[in-house]
């Protein structure tokens, strides 16, 4: 018997040490990931990880990045964009087509808050008006916001939480943030049309109030991911890219070295929130438990 437990014991720090084939240990765990009163998702744009993390040009996402936590082995699931944000938020990368004009009934983020009785909203950067379904208004691109797609919401009365992100700074001081919201910057601001330097400088001009706030600094989680990386980088489908991850429950300077992908953030944003039904492939994704 204890021959048995001492080999129990070697094999599990060997597989450790190897990384259990590829992903560390903390992939499958089953501690219990903390609570939040808050989590918010902002999503950037079309850059690769070696792009962004240690570039002078975005001094302010790094800081974020080096205070809070970094997944350094975290890849986009496909090309083009549109894939990644259903994966976000659906747990199934479909459809594939950026000019999709359809509806999406596949079981979703929106479905599983409202079922547990959680707040959302989609603070989408110029977004027409408050409940925009429609298509494209540059620089907001629609295909940028899942949301506006789910039958959950188009034609519902869910539909009223899709808001400019003019709403966003209106919220946050009167207490209205809802238990989850998706950031979107539009197309100049995203770094999908403008620049790095013009993403970072809206990032710290907007999403640093939230960090100050008694409201973040209480109960908040705040995940910064890239959607897909350059279209030259295939890697496990979308390619490398970067997600930092802000919370005054995460560890300082973590760095993670297991393989994520967007499937992963959906499950800590549901699980986070204490819901436990999880959408596609959310419900086998690895858990990012080790980041708290």
């Not at 450790?16 to 084939?21: K, T």
């Not at 079922?115 to 925009?132: F, I, N, Q, R, T």
């Not at 499950?267 to 999880?278: E, K, P, T």
């Amino acid at each position: 018997m204890v021959l048995r437990i001492a080999c129990a014991l070697w094999l599990v720090c060997l597989l450790s040490a190897l990384g259990c084939g590829g992903g560390s240990l903390g992939a499958t765990s089953t501690q219990s990931a903390p609570q939040f009163g808050h989590v918010f998702l902002l999503v950037e744009e079309n850059h690769s990880y070696s792009e962004v993390i240690g570039n002078a040009s975005m001094p302010y996402l790094n800081s974020l990045a080096s205070q809070g936590g970094l997944a350094t082995r975290y890849f986009a699931n496909v090309h083009p964009s549109i894939g990644n944000y259903f994966m976000l938020t659906t747990g199934i990368p479909k459809p594939l087509d950026d000019s999709f004009s359809g509806t999406v009934s596949d079981d979703n983020i929106v479905r599983e808050l409202v079922k547990a009785g959680k707040s959302w909203k989609s603070y989408e950067e110029s977004l027409p008006s408050v409940g925009d379904t429609g298509g494209d208004a540059y620089p907001y691109l629609r295909h940028h916001n899942p949301f506006s797609y789910f039958t959950d919401v188009v034609g519902t009365n869910q539909a009223q939480n899709l808001v400019p992100f003019s709403q966003f700074s209106a919220d946050l001081p009167t207490g209205a943030l809802p238990s989850f919201s998706f950031i979107a910057p539009n197309a100049l601001d995203d770094a999908h049309d403008g620049s790095l330097a013009q993403a970072d400088a809206w990032l710290k001009n907007n999403i640093d109030p939230l960090l100050q706030s008694s409201t973040f600094k209480n109960d908040g989680l705040l995940i910064i991911v890239f959607d897909e990386s350059d279209l030259s980088d295939v890697d496990h489908g979308g390619g490398h890219v970067a997600a930092v991850i802000v919370s005054p429950k995460a560890k300082k300077g973590f760095q993670s070295q297991t393989f994520y992908q967007h499937q992963s953030t959906l499950r800590l944003i549901l699980s986070g929130l204490g819901v436990n039904a999880f959408p596609g492939a959310s419900a086998a994704a690895p858990v990012m438990n080790e980041f708290f």
